[in-house]
């Protein structure tokens, strides 16, 4: 265990492995740092900045980037706080998330992260976006209202010979994440759940399937997300 | 001392959030005891009769009444406060967003499935029926808005909550299973 480095986090004396992105040493000290775009097991890429803190004065993803020796880590304080929560904000007007009528509410990871940082009212203006929900695959609906690009699903859904169910379409502001037309066809069941599940949002839903749980017992009806992280 | 008045409306909601208000129970008894209503559904109360100092604003601004009714709700409420989704964010009204009106209309007259017994295809056309919007509106990009309390409805302790806050001006407390927004 030579490889163990000293660090600090909002003040608290930290330890991990050299070279470990930061949010993952957090965890390790039982710190949380909100992510959404980030997945275990997939290389982080620093898309949705939730995970952003202050190094140095200045902001840095902590999804992607190592902790080194002796680093001080501002991640807890009033303006880091507020910024993370302007960014949720960010994506609730430029979707369109009716939560009320949403198959993943309870469930979902953006909404729970606006629980956890007690957005009331999102302080930009709501867009109200024209977009189109595609049910054209036998087994998955995409609904495109909710989708935040943070690309889990092109990241992790493949078929057996590597290729993405999911891809990018369009640049800008007219950008989308589709399923392809030809593979969404003969998706089969098991990796149609697995896509539904991956989506941190409500986005990729599996027919036939939804309000399955009672409200009370969903993922984050009880305790915030974040909370599995501690001691 | 006089108690504080509580007024209350429905603009563009389902009245979701107004049962959402009775659903605090008995504590309704301690409610008349703290505070006075005045224009409201609850006591059909139909035109202000004096000045109010917490008013509740259920629903979206969908047309020409409900800016009218929310306006003269932030003229006589000295406090406001949007209760639930449709009034912060339009709510499922406001699904129709993005969609010409046009198209709406002749979805529920003309060419809707259920569509039976309008067989001339007559669009309501009256003078008196208010305006539909070009969208619908959450109220605090109308109006002012004081506080925000979200849910579908909001959840009843949360009103509850809210209300002795605003009334006592104690902090009010926020636990964690009681702000959602379904
Ligand atoms: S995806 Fe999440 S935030 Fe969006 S409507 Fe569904 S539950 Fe709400
Ligand atoms: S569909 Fe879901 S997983 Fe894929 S990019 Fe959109 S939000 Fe992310």
């Known amino acids: 265990m030579s490889n163990l480095i000293k ?3 909002d003040g608290k004396e930290c330890m991990a492995e050299a070279g470990k992105f930061i949010v993952d040493a957090a965890a390790d000290n039982g710190i949380y740092i909100p992510t959404l775009c ?18 140095n004065g200045r902001l840095m993803t902590s999804c992607t980037t190592p902790v080194t020796d002796g680093m001080e880590i501002e991640s807890n304080s009033a303006e880091i706080q507020d910024l993370r929560k302007s960014i949720i904000e960010l994506l609730f007007v430029s979707g369109n998330h009716f939560c009320p009528a949403c198959e993943k509410s309870g469930n979902c990871e ?49 078929d ?11 640049r800008g502001h007219k950008l989308e994440v589709v399923l392809d037309e030809e593979m969404g066809k003969t998706i089969d069941i098991a990796t149609a759940h697995l896509a539904m599940e991956n989506c941190p949002v409500g986005s990729i839903l599996v027919k036939e399937k939804g309000f399955d749980t009672p409200i009370g017992k969903r993922k984050f009806d009880k305790e915030p997300i974040g909370s599995d992280i501690k001691l | 001392m006089s108690k504080p008045v509580v007024a209350t409306t429905s603009l563009a909601g389902c009245f979701g959030c107004h049962m959402s208000i009775l659903d605090i129970d008995e504590r309704i008894l301690t409610l008349i005891e703290l505070v006075e209503f005045n224009k409201s559904p609850v006591d059909d109360i139909k035109t202000f009769t004096k000045p109010v100092d917490i008013g509740l604003i259920e629903g979206g601004v969908c047309n020409s009444e409900n800016v009218e009714v929310l306006k003269s709700f932030r003229k006589n409420c000295k406090i406001l406060v949007s209760l639930g989704e449709c009034a912060i964010m339009g709510g499922l009204p406001a699904l129709r967003n993005g969609i010409p009106i046009e198209e709406c209309l002749h979805e529920a007259y003309i060419g809707g499935p259920t569509v039976q017994l309008n067989k001339d295809g007559i669009m309501p056309n009256d003078d008196e029926l208010p305006m539909l919007l070009d969208k619908v509106y959450p109220c605090h990009e109308i109006v002012k808005i004081d506080y925000f309390l979200p849910g579908c409805p909001p959840r009843a ?24 927004f379904d």
């Open chain 1, 7 to 9: 660090f600090k986090i």
């Open chain 1, 110 to 158: 953006l909404q729970a992260l606006a629980y956890r940082y007690q957005m009331m009212v999102p302080r930009y203006p709501y867009e109200f976006p024209m977009k189109p929900v595609d049910a054209s695959s036998p087994r998955i609906i995409k609904d495109q209202n909710r989708c935040i690009f943070c690309k889990r699903c092109i990241k992790t859904i493949k």
């Open chain 1, 38 to 55: 980030n997945m275990k097991g997939v290389k982080p890429k620093g898309a949705c900045r939730i995970c952003s803190v202050r190094i």
């Open chain 1, 160 to 170: 057996k010979n590597g290729r993405s169910y999911f891809v990018f379409r369009n």
């Open chain 2, 157 to 180: 302790d949360l009103i509850w909550d809210a209300l002795v806050a605003l009334v006592t001006g104690d902090p009010m407390k926020l636990p964690y299973e009681v702000v959602k």
